[in-house]
C-alpha cells in the first residue's frame, strides 16, 4: 500500500455523525493502550496522525481517517481502562455494536491483543458480534518486541484459548520494529477489494 494522503476527517459517537458510507472501511478495536494508535500510526508512515499516549482519553469517539481519498480506518473507542467513569465505560458496548450492525461499508475490523495479556470479557464479546454480523475479522498481537522470539509462541497460547481462534489467524506486530506492518496492509488490501458480500442463508424460507 503506498500511502499518498492520511487526513483525519472527524470523530463521532452516533450514525448521524459518521462520514458518509462512501468509501469502504476498515475498523480496529481493543483494549486501551493495546496499542491502537500506534498500530494505525506505523501503517500510514505518520508519527502523529492518530494520538499515542498512556492516559486515555475520557470521551469515547469514534474517528474516522480518510487514506489516498480512498477508504477510511475507523479508530473505535478503546475499553478497559479502569480510571474511566462508569458512566463511560457503559457507553463503549452500544456504540461499538451500533457501529458493527450498522455500516454497510465496514469491510473488516482489527482486533488488538497485547501479548502480555490475556482476552478479557470484552474481547470475547467483540468476537462474538462479529460473528453473529458476519465482519470478517482480522486478530493481531501486538508489542510483540517486548517478549524474545524464543517465548513468544508459548506467550500467546493463553490468547490462542481465551479467543478459541488457531495460531494462524494472528498476526504478530511491533511499532517499534514495524514487524508485521506489511501482512497486515495485505490483509486489509483484500478485506477492502473482496467485493463478494456474504450469502446469508435463511433457513425459514
Ligand atoms: N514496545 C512497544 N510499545 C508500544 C507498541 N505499541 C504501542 N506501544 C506503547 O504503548 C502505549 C499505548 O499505545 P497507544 O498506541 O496509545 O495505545 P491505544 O490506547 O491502544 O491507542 C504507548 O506508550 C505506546 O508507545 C509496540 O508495538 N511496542
Ligand atoms: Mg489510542
Redesign the pocket.
Known amino acids: 500500500m503506498i500511502i499518498k494522503s492520511a487526513d483525519f476527517v472527524k470523530s463521532a459517537t452516533r450514525p448521524a455523525n459518521y462520514p458518509p458510507g462512501d468509501f469502504k472501511e476498515v475498523a480496529f478495536a ?13 501503517l500510514v508512515n505518520r508519527r502523529g496522525l ?5 492516559t ?1 482519553g475520557r470521551t469515547q469517539l469514534l474517528n474516522f481517517f480518510d487514506i489516498n481519498g480512498e477508504f477510511y480506518l475507523v ?1 473505535l473507542p ?1 475499553y478497559g481502562f479502569a480510571k474511566v467513569p462508569l458512566a463511560v465505560k457503559k457507553q463503549w458496548g452500544p456504540m461499538v455494536r451500533t457501529y458493527l450492525e450498522g455500516r454497510e461499508n465496514l469491510r473488516a475490523l482489527l482486533l ?1 491483543f497485547d501479548i502480555r495479556r490475556v482476552p478479557q470479557q470484552e474481547e470475547i464479546q467483540l468476537l462474538d458480534w462479529l460473528e453473529e454480523l458476519q465482519v470478517p475479522t482480522i486478530p493481531i498481537i ?5 517478549i524474545t522470539r524464543s517465548r513468544r509462541e508459548r506467550q500467546i497460547l493463553p490468547i490462542l484459548e481465551a479467543t478459541g481462534l488457531p495460531r494462524d489467524a494472528f498476526t504478530l ?5 514495524r514487524e508485521g506492518r506489511d501482512e497486515i496492509w495485505e490483509r486489509i488490501d483484500a478485506a477492502l477489494d473482496d467485493d463478494a458480500q456474504p450469502v446469508f442463508v435463511d433457513e425459514d424460507d
Open positions: 481493543g483494549r486501551s493502550n493495546v496499542g491502537k494508535s500506534s498500530l494505525i500510526n506505523v492518530v494520538r499515542t499516549s498512556s486515555p479508530d478503546g488488538l501486538t508489542k510483540v518486541d517486548k506486530f511491533s511499532a517499534l520494529t
